[in-house]
């Protein structure tokens, strides 16, 4: 069974913090992304990569960075973060573009 | 520009009845289409996915259709139960190399007991 984890299920920081958000999958998957999700805006696309040590911006990359030094994990870090990056994120994973992405239960952030 | 449009935004039905939901894109040239589905502060699970040449994918009580040419999808539910009640989200992949997922804005259902 596909399996994607996501290191934490909700959060509370302050304004000026680093934040680190972890994803994992245990699927041999290449393909790797972080969405947001806001109500109104539905899901928007950050980071993606497609190889270890490989990432491109998505349509929101600002204020985020993105780490991935082995295959099946893909970090989000926030290097200070806002109260505007208040939001869900989700992580999700795919092997090729023809199949499904798998997503991870997600991470609800609160930044004070 | 790929747009993918879901209407209606939200569903109420009782339980038992079958009913459809929608999604419509602006370009037919498109890999597959995804249906999801999201419980409240919860991700995405994936319900179907419907390659580019296929018309129809069945996984028990669902039904996704797809007419690329009318840019079209429909998810059939079949005897609609509470445990439906969710958020039902159509994709497609754009069509370079970023593998992204272009989603819809969802439609809310609920099935009333």
Not at chain 1, 7 to 12: A, D, I, M, T
Not at chain 1, 77 to 87: D, G, V
Not at chain 2, 63 to 87: E, F, H, M, V
């Amino acid at each position: 069974d596909v399996k994607v984890t996501q290191s934490s299920r909700y959060l509370v920081k302050r304004t000026g913090e680093k934040v680190f958000l972890e994803c994992v999958q245990d699927m041999d998957h290449e393909n790797m992304f972080w969405y947001r999700q806001d109500p109104g805006l539905g899901l928007r696309l950050i980071y993606f990569s497609y190889d270890v040590k490989m990432k491109e911006k998505g349509d929101i990359p600002e204020g985020y960075s993105v780490s991935r030094e082995k295959k099946e994990r893909f970090s989000l870090i926030l290097e200070s973060a806002s109260t505007n990056q208040t939001s869900m994120y989700l992580c999700a994973s795919t092997r090729r573009r023809v199949e499904t992405q798998y997503f991870g239960p997600g991470t609800r952030l609160l930044v004070l | 520009k790929q747009e993918v449009t879901q209407i209606p935004a939200a569903l109420s039905v009782p339980e038992g009845e079958n009913l459809v939901l929608n999604c419509s894109f602006t370009d037919s040239a498109i890999y597959n289409l995804q249906w999801f589905r999201q419980d409240p502060g919860k991700g995405l699970t994936s319900l179907l996915l419907i390659q580019s040449s296929q018309r129809e994918q069945t996984s028990g009580r669902l039904n996704a259709s797809l007419d690329k040419s009318s840019g079209r999808s429909t998810l059939y539910i079949a005897a609609s139960q509470p445990g439906d009640s969710a958020t039902y989200l159509c994709a497609v992949p754009l069509m370079d190399s970023s593998y992204k997922l272009i989603f819809g804005s969802g439609t809310r259902l609920l099935v009333r007991p």
